[in-house]
């Protein structure tokens, strides 16, 4: 017996023994499932339609679905609703051509009215022959002239719109064939206007002008007789052929003798029928015929007459998907299914990037897919290396593999964990392990120590040692980065550089990352910042992270990977960003999450052919175009193997294909061919709900251009969507409110948009959206919205109010001109006592004496019992207080109290100067310490109401005296500080409170009406606003004295705009400086002006490891 060359044997082992072969499979999709645990109402879906406005309706065995891409909006039976559904069962859907929803039920016939958001129903009446001749809906069917036609059990009814009522057909019905509970019989009119109508008893062919039936039935002794009288579903193809699915195989109708040819399964032939119990047919777009049956999905080549059953895949695994019913197409060439597992949304359009991670049957292509090196050579096959199960030699044609393990005899390598995959300039094919670098032998198909022909010194640098990454320069050394070191090997021997912390020109860090050559410098990134290193004399420069990052500082010291551009650009992946080298300033630019990278973990890069930077992350892959600085990220959806990549997984093959691998296989691409979907999606409204102190309220919105609301509102809420499901979550929006803002507003993919406050009079709120790949529909759908207000609120009213004013005012000024004219008499007749007068004089001047020592003696009352402004610092230490009185005694007044572990501090403007606002200060002073000291109140709202009802209490005796008349009040701002919990309520009256977070200004409004106004206001209820605090928060309580100060070079208010500005330029300022800031800002605007108003803010500053 001769034996083979040695090197023949291996090869043919190579050839026949080694490869895997692909297993010969159904084709596998991978597709979406929507179930009960996704929204929808019931798993078992019967019935679905695609209407004209872009919704997919879906009618299950509980309950009536409408899908938006985002969620599902359910209708069912509400027994004591009579606009509910008839029936939880729907069978049956079909749009009219006035975009009326017909809806098939097992309890009658409904007809949903948009506009209004109910169902009319229609049902059996045993006493009217134009009702409908049962309530069990098999079929609803509108017809090309818009005639509605119905199914029932032994009949198909016409309905007329005229009368609202039923035309019954009956036609042939056994009543010993058993209907069972799946059956939907079909009503289908081909492109010859010939109605059909399927029934347990055979195909029927309904003329119209006779009202009579044509039966088609099933004979057993003819086999071109239908090969079952359980007609399923009816359908004519492109080609005019009408097939008629039933129980037991598929039929084609040969029209001019009325035979049927049959397409059953056939044991043993995978090209036949792979289940004769069919449900529904349907044809796509492109002209592929799909049949559901009660095994699954299965295509058909009509020409071939083939069938290829279908398998799903659903989050990694086989969908078996069975009792399939019914199948629709929307405009993005996304195939629905509807099953009795569920609605499956399969997108046959192909995806953006090519994904190899399994075979056809489902098994894992590389062992685990966890994917560490990709390589392509020259004959196209790619070399994969994989975290700890070996490297695998790959035909992407014919998905045959062969893998190389340590643990394999013939195929060995030194170790499984295969980090690098390298092709040098002399063509050799090199691999880096965590166990040493080996070159492969073409010839026998082997791998051999690179470094077999070097002393055993050499040889254990790399034992325990991974290899992060290989280089070759331009004198033909090998540069390898590893985990403790990085090595040169020059064909003779190996020179290691490592870290020393005595020597700061030694390398940064041991633990080597990646590499970079740019000429004569070699980029070395570590674990401990980026090294820059000069091959002629080799001198090294770190670059490292600051303790506080500025611009152009490297990001961070972790360096996960290298990449010069061919413009000759060193790009930077960071475990916080991306980063690429400016020479002449010897800086760093940046990108992170905020400028649109999906994740600042920077696994892997590559440049394409177009000079854009694909990196791939944690969170999937992105695009930068270094022209515009634009970032185009990509995820799962687009059919990346994962979000998650691995570290140096990506390779850029000669032809410009892109690979890059993660922890569930890789994904190959050619970037100028990504295919983009360039559908124009739908935009609808699909909510309009009104938020009140009442609850909330959805208005019906579909099919309505104009909306007509009352003003007793405290937010309007719309919701949107832009009907393209290819990855809704992916869909952007921008609004316009006309009227409001006259301005769009970019929304991102936040599908809502909020409005409070509305005023009386009419708006257009108008929305574009985008499909996932940026499309805009541009014309958008747009919404006239009309606020009414009651007549007390209206124009017309105001103008009543602004005549009795100007009437009282003319009434005024002739009363007062007659006083004036009677006191000008008596002046007169008084000029001849002199003495008299001046006696007087100096009785007022007494008076008037006696009157400013009172007020100064309320003065030092009223500061007796207003804490001073040490003992406020000395519960709120970081914290000012700018008091400027408009008069001796302030109507403006601060109080603050601490019990336990709670601080109250208020801000009050009594609504009155002098001594009634002295005096209102005093008594409100007293209630609050009695509130929160004796009755140990700490809720900011209810503090306001007891407040309020203690002031209207004390002025409410019937006194005969100038304060029981006082109708003035409070304006407040209160606060209520939790020390433990970090938090703050607040409550206000006519007050509001700032607060500056971040640089960002956020307004606390109070509640529109006053403290105690004497008897004008029932029973107001005060809100408490609730908020987390955080450190540097800056709270700001303020009257509106600074505000109305009338000032500057037009004598105009400061106003709250100026006010708010002025904050956030001082708001990071120490408290004193921000006081003199304020109190140095109203002085510079008043100027020359009288003081109008009393003055009084508090800055408080939240530093909480201080303050609590």
């Not at 119990?277 to 071939?304: H, M, R, Y």
């Not at 590559?606 to 695009?623: F, H, M, Y």
């Not at 501090?905 to 004796?934: K, W, Y």
């Not at 070079?1049 to 904050?1063: A, V």
């Amino acid at each position: 017996m001769k034996r083979l060359p040695a090197h023949l044997s291996l090869s043919l082992l190579f050839i026949f023994h080694s490869l895997i072969a692909a297993i010969a499979s159904p084709p596998a999709s991978r597709v979406d499932l929507f179930n009960i645990e996704n929204g929808l109402s019931q798993t078992a879906v019967l019935c679905l339609l695609h209407d004209s406005y872009g919704f997919i309706w879906i009618g299950t065995q509980d309950g009536l679905n409408r899908f938006d891409g985002y969620g599902f909006t359910v209708f069912r039976n509400h027994p004591l609703d009579k606009t509910s559904l008839p029936n939880n069962y729907i069978n049956s859907l079909c749009e009219d051509h006035n975009g009326n929803l017909w809806v098939g039920t097992w309890n009658g016939l409904s007809r949903y009215d948009r506009n209004q958001d109910i169902f009319i129903n229609y049902f059996h009446n045993t006493e009217s022959e134009n009702s409908l001749s049962h309530n069990r809906i098999y079929y609803v069917f509108c017809d090309r002239q818009g005639v509605i036609w119905v199914k029932t059990i032994a009949s198909l009814d016409r309905y007329d719109p005229e009368t609202d009522s039923f035309v019954r057909y009956p036609h042939y019905s056994d009543i010993f064939t058993f209907s069972s509970e799946n059956n939907d019989f079909d009503i289908f009119e081909d492109s010859q206007n010939r109605l059909w109508v399927g029934t347990k008893e055979g195909l029927m062919l309904f003329d119209r002008q006779m009202g009579l039936f044509k039966r088609y039935q099933h004979d057993p002794s003819k086999k071109n007789s239908l090969s079952s009288n359980r007609v399923k579903d009816i359908f004519e193809d492109a080609e005019g052929n009408i097939w008629v699915a039933t129980n037991r195989g598929l039929n084609l109708l040969d029209f001019k003798n009325g035979s049927f040819t049959r397409f059953l399964h056939v044991p043993g032939d995978p090209n036949s029928l792979p289940d004769d119990a069919l449900n529904t047919i349907f044809q796509d777009k492109q002209g592929t015929i799909w049949i559901g049956s009660e095994q699954g999905v299965c295509s058909f080549d009509p020409q071939k007459r083939i069938f290829s059953p279908q398998v799903f895949y659903h989050r990694g695994n086989e969908l078996y998907a069975t009792s399939i019913t019914s199948f629709v197409e929307d405009n993005t060439d996304i195939l629905w299914v509807g099953s009795l597992m569920g609605l499956i949304k399969w997108d046959k359009k192909s995806q953006k990037f090519n994904l190899y991670d399994k075979y056809p049957d489902g098994t894992n292509i590389f062992s685990s897919n966890y994917v560490a090196s990709l390589f392509e050579d020259e004959k196209g096959a790619v070399w994969v290396g994989t975290w700890g199960t070996g490297l695998f030699h790959f035909d992407r044609k014919t998905l045959r593999t062969q893998k190389f393990s340590e643990s394999s005899r013939d195929y060995n390598i030194c170790n499984d964990y295969v980090h690098v995959i390298y092709r040098t300039v002399g063509n050799q094919l090199l691999i880096g392990t965590r166990n040493g670098v080996q070159r492969y032998v073409l010839e026998n198909h082997s791998f051999v120590d690179l470094f077999g022909s070097l002393d055993q010194h050499f040889r254990i640098l790399f034992n325990d040692n991974r290899v992060y990454d290989m280089l070759e320069d331009s004198k033909g050394n090998l540069w390898i980065a590893t985990h403790v070191g990085l090595h040169c090997y020059n064909g003779k021997g190996i020179t290691s550089y490592y870290h020393s912390p005595a020597d700061s020109t030694s390398l940064s860090s041991n633990e080597i990352h990646a590499l970079a050559l740019d000429g004569n410098t070699l980029w070395v990134g570590t674990f401990n910042g980026l090294n820059r290193i000069n091959l002629d004399n080799f001198e090294i420069k770190r670059y490292k992270e600051s303790p506080r990052y500025s611009p152009g500082d490297l990001i961070a010291n972790d360096i996960v990977s290298l990449i010069l551009s061919s413009n000759g650009v060193l790009w930077v992946g960071t475990s916080s960003g991306l980063q690429y080298y400016i020479p002449g300033q010897d800086a760093f630019a940046l990108y992170t999450v905020s400028d649109g990278l999906p994740n600042n973990l920077i696994n892997s890069m590559q440049e394409d052919r177009s000079g854009k930077i694909w990196v791939s992350t944690n969170w999937g892959l992105a695009a930068i175009n270094p022209e515009d600085n634009t970032i185009t990220p990509y995820g799962v959806n687009d059919g990346l193997q994962s979000y998650e990549f691995n570290t140096g997984a990506s390779h850029k093959s000669k032809s410009g294909e892109l690979f890059f691998g993660g922890i569930a296989g890789f994904n190959a691409f050619y970037p100028d061919s990504l295919k983009h979907n360039t559908t124009i999606p739908p935009v609808v409204i699909s909510s309009f709900e009104i938020i009140s102190f009442t609850g909330r309220k959805a208005i019906p919105i579909q099919g309505k251009k104009e909306i007509v609301i009352s003003d007793n509102f405290s937010l309007i809420n719309i919701e949107f969507a832009a009907l393209d499901f290819t990855h809704p979550e992916k869909n952007c929006y921008k609004y316009e409110m006309e009227g409001l803002e006259n301005e769009w507003v970019d929304l991102g993919t936040k599908r809502s948009a909020s409005f409070s406050n509305l005023r009386e009079g009419t708006y257009v709120f108008r929305v574009i959206g985008s499909n996932s790949d940026g499309v805009w529909n541009e014309e958008g759908v747009s919404l006239r919205i009309v606020v009414k207000v009651k007549f007390w609120k209206s124009k017309v009213a105001f103008v009543i109010y602004t005549f009795l004013l100007v009437v009282s005012l003319v009434i005024f000024l002739r009363t007062r001109n007659k006083m004036l004219r009677k006191t000008n008499r008596l002046l007169k007749e008084r000029e001849s006592t002199m003495k008299e007068i001046e006696l007087q004089k100096e009785e007022l001047f007494l008076k008037n004496k006696s009157i400013t020592d009172s007020i100064h003696y309320a003065k030092r009352i009223q500061e007796a019992l207003i804490p001073t402004e040490a003992f406020f610092k000395s519960i709120l230490p970081d914290s000012f207080i700018l008091n400027m009185p408009k008069d001796i005694v302030s109507g403006d007044f601060y109080w603050i109290n601490e019990t336990k572990n709670k601080i109250f501090v208020a801000v009050i403007d009594c609504t009155g100067h002098g001594v009634p606002g002295a005096f209102m200060s005093i008594i409100g002073i007293e209630l609050l310490r009695n509130l929160t000291n004796n009755l140990g109140i700490n809720n900011s709202a209810e503090i306001l109401n007891r407040l309020d009802r203690g002031i209207n209490e004390i002025f409410s005796n019937d006194v005969d005296d100038y304060m029981t008349k006082v109708k003035d009040g409070m304006d407040v701002s209160f606060c209520v500080i939790d020390k433990e919990l970090n938090t703050m309520q607040f409550a206000g009256a006519f007050n509001s409170l700032y607060l500056i977070r971040d640089s960002k200004l956020t307004e606390i409004k109070g509640d529109r009406y006053t403290v105690g106004v004497g008897g004008e206001q029932e029973n107001p209820l005060f809100t408490s606003h609730s908020m987390d605090l955080k450190p540097d928060d800056m709270i700001y309580l303020f009257t509106d004295g600074y505000i109305d100060q009338f000032g500057g070079s037009e004598g105009k208010k400061f106003k709250f705009r100026r006010f708010r500005y002025l904050l956030l330029n001082i708001h990071k300022l120490p408290l004193e400086e921000q006081k003199k800031q304020l109190h140095e800002a109203i002085n510079d605007w008043r100027g020359a002006h009288e003081q109008v108003d009393d003055i009084l803010i508090i800055g408080i500053k939240t530093d909480l490891s201080c303050f609590f």
